[in-house]
């Protein structure tokens, strides 16, 4: 059977862009102070500058309206989350957190155990990002071994 991990992908990366009304701070918090390497920076006239900061693999995470509400009840206890929110993956979810929130960041929700074993922080950020940071408890194969944890991906014979 083929799964998607055995098939490349037709999309190199994953590239969100986000405007930022103070630059400077918020490429100081995303890059210095949750640790994001800058790949390149450009710079054009009137003072036009990008930060190219690798955020480590990438994945488009899609979900409905009742799941987003869920995940809201689930992490945070009521609905705050925006349309859009911007995940990262941390070893550490509470001292990622506390140095988050050290830098500005405020916490929205302490990092808390979630029903998919991950524990999951939620903060607004610079840029007027809504953030989760997250740390997995379960390896992948741990996880699909779960209620509701699956796929969506057609079967083999559709």
């Given at each position: ?15 969100l862009v986000?405007?930022?009304e103070?630059y ?117 194969e ?17």
């Open positions: 059977m083929t799964t998607a991990e055995d098939k490349p992908s037709p999309v190199r990366q994953l590239r986000v405007e930022a103070d400077e701070a918020a490429l100081a918090f995303y890059r210095d102070v949750l640790g994001l390497p800058e790949q390149a920076a450009f710079s054009n006239d009137g003072d036009a500058r990008v930060a190219i900061l690798d955020a480590g693999r990438a994945t488009l995470e899609i979900a409905n309206t009742a799941q987003k509400e869920f995940i809201d009840e689930v992490e945070v206890g009521r609905q705050v989350a925006p349309r859009i929110r911007i995940a990262f993956e941390v070893d550490d979810a509470q001292a990622t957190t506390d140095r988050l929130v050290e830098a500005g960041a405020e916490q929205v929700a302490p990092p808390t155990l979630t029903p998919w074993q991950s524990l999951n922080a939620r903060l607004d950020a610079p840029a007027g990002l809504h953030i989760t940071v997250f740390q997995e408890t379960l390896s992948l741990e996880r699909r071994s779960l209620d509701g944890f699956g796929t969506e991906a057609p079967s083999p014979t559709d």
